[in-house]
């Protein structure tokens, strides 16, 4: 899942990737035809696996040695074999004898090894590469310090993949699930030269289905079934047309016309939708909070963040239940910590990580102790007053409602407190977070697969993502051990990333106000549409108008 850094571009992506709901039913002399009708909120920016920055949809064109399945867990791909070494540092992949690309080509071991390489290249500009952290020199060459032909990929023969790790690595086989991971056929990037991946039919697909009609602009494209793919007798439906909405009415106006078949509702339709039977409400592993500048620029302003007093009091000033059931209404939940709920549970007991993570007095409604920590840190640092700015990305609804909430409730119960609200477009808002310029950021994060390790990279000091540039020698020292010393060991791992996120609650240096849920209206007729929390969040492959 892309890093978006701000909350609209949340929605817009997620919609995009969405696919949900039947569309009519074209007349035929046997069955009805399988088509769906979906709305996107932006554009494609691209369809060249290596550049991509969201996956919410791409596993639906393109596969990896395996796909996601019900439930966040592992489903055959394009490998139909696979075996890990005894030191869990290598592993080996048979491809399928009848993996076929979307022209007819034979999908071969090599096709991995090009991809990847590719992706790597400094010339290929991927905006993804930290994924490749843990395979055998993938830190290097993310550093720039070794060539891309280095990766720990090689192909054995036509059909055999071999792949090397710097350590075991727990959640290495979800991770190969991840579209980014996929083959590139490089007989046809170089066919197509400058041409690769500008036009749907400039591009080759491994998956259940192909691009057509998508010239690089356009609001318009679409999803066929793939003639070659390897599983294709269980795919049913023949086409998915997208079409680009960008405001919510029009959707639902839309929707209502049966000219779509699934609507993403605001949080005003939300209210006058949820008692409708086709009103559907779909969880992310995405959590909204807020981000501190540790590194502020007004020192005076980087004092105050610097005080955890001060962090825990807005943290406690914050009636999370209130935000998302009276606010918001789309029945986003009160997170327990920086980690989303339903992402991964304990190895030992299926406990959530979320439950596990949760430190009393952090994330909970308490206002009284709120004032009584606010005066501490004011004490502290010798003021009566405190003037912090906020930003967030004004091209989505909510982020205007949060901060104006935010606003309204850290002011009332924190005495002093005056907190101006600063909403830019978003692209400003990502470019102001990544040089720092922010007090505090309307921020959050999605998970790319379901391990609590893809949430708690962030806060590590030498994470570029770190944006609010806080450091904790035993927050790193934790990480770094659930990375390496502990990484084969799935218990020790485990409690090494509990140990780290009590370490960000109670020293809230983050502070999650709620886990993102979508609402949207979607006919009753549409079966088999699989969704996940995290990572590929829909696929079609098994989807149906009953």
């Known amino acids: 899942m892309k890093k978006w850094t701000s909350i609209g571009l949340v929605a817009a992506v997620i919609a995009m990737g969405l696919g949900l709901a039947a569309c009519g039913q074209s007349a035929s002399t046997t069955k009805p035809f399988q088509e769906l009708k979906l709305p996107a909120s ?13 996956y919410g949809q791409t596993g639906n064109v393109f596969e990896s040695f395996y796909r996601l399945g019900k439930n966040g867990q592992v489903a055959p791909g394009l490998a139909d074999s696979a075996k890990m070494s005894k030191d869990k540092k290598t592993w080996t992949f048979h491809i399928r004898d009848n993996a ?18 590719r992706t ?53 086989k979800i991770l190969m699930a991840y579209p980014l991971f996929a083959p590139q056929n490089e007989k046809v990037v170089k066919q197509y030269g400058k041409k690769y991946a500008t036009k749907s039919e400039y591009m080759v697909y491994s998956g259940p289905f192909k691009m057509t009609n998508w010239s690089g602009t356009g609001n318009t494209w679409s999803f066929v079934k793939n003639p070659h793919y390897w599983d294709k007798k269980v795919v049913k439906l ?10 919510p009415q029009t959707g639902l106006s839309l929707y209502q016309n049966h000219k779509l078949d699934f609507a993403q509702l605001s949080t005003e339709q939300v209210k006058n939708y949820k008692n409708n039977r086709e009103f559907k409400e779909y969880p992310y592993s995405i959590v909204i909070h807020l981000k501190y500048n540790f590194k502020d620029d007004n020192q005076e302003k980087r004092r105050i963040m610097s005080n955890r007093n001060i962090r825990q009091a807005i943290a406690l000033s914050i009636n999370r239940r209130q935000l998302t059931k009276k606010v918001l209404g789309d029945g986003s939940v009160t997170p327990t910590g920086f980690v989303a709920s339903g992402l991964a549970r304990d190895p030992k007991s299926g406990e959530d990580f979320a439950k596990q993570q949760a430190v009393k007095n952090t994330t909970t409604y308490n206002p009284t102790l709120a004032k009584q920590k606010w005066a501490a840190g004011l004490k502290q640092l010798g003021l009566k007053k ?86 904790n020698r035993q927050y790193d020292a934790l990480i770094n051990r659930a990375q390496g010393a502990d990484a084969g060991n799935d218990e020790a791992r485990w409690q090494d990333m509990v140990q780290a996120a009590k370490l960000i609650n109670k020293e809230q240096s983050f502070t999650p106000l709620y886990q993102a849920n979508y609402a949207y209206l979607q ?24």
């Open 120 to 172: 790597l290249t400094p010339a290929t500009k991927a905006s993804y590469t930290t994924m490749f952290s843990g395979i055998k020199n993938g830190d290097k060459i993310i550093a720039g310090k070794a060539s891309p032909d280095t990766i720990g990929i090689h192909a054995k023969n036509r059909q055999t993949v071999v792949i090397q790790l710097e350590k075991p690595m727990a959640y290495f």
């Open 42 to 54: 932006a554009q494609l920016d691209t369809i060249d696996l290596a550049k991509a920055t969201g």
């Open 100 to 117: 076929r690309w979307s022209n007819g080509d034979r999908i071969t071991a090599q096709d991995f090894v090009y991809s990847w390489r």
């Open 238 to 247: 023949q086409k998915i047309n997208y079409q680009v909405v960008t405001n």
């Open 523 to 546: 006919r009753s007729d549409v079966k088999g549409v699989i969704h996940n929390t995290a990572g590929t969040q829909w696929s079609y492959k098994y989807a149906y108008l009953k």
């Open 386 to 471: 405190v003037n912090l700015n906020i930003m967030a990305g004004n091209d989505d609804v909510a982020a205007s409602t949060v901060t104006q909430y935010l606003k309204s409730a850290l002011e009332q119960n924190l005495s002093g407190f005056n907190l101006k609200i600063d909403n830019v477009p978003a692209s400003v808002a990502q470019s102001r977070s990544t040089s720092g310029d922010f007090d505090l950021y309307l921020s959050h994060w999605g998970a790319d697969f379901n391990d609590p390790i893809s949430f708690l990279q962030i806060p590590v000091s030498a994470n570029a993502l770190n944006y609010g540039k806080w450091s």
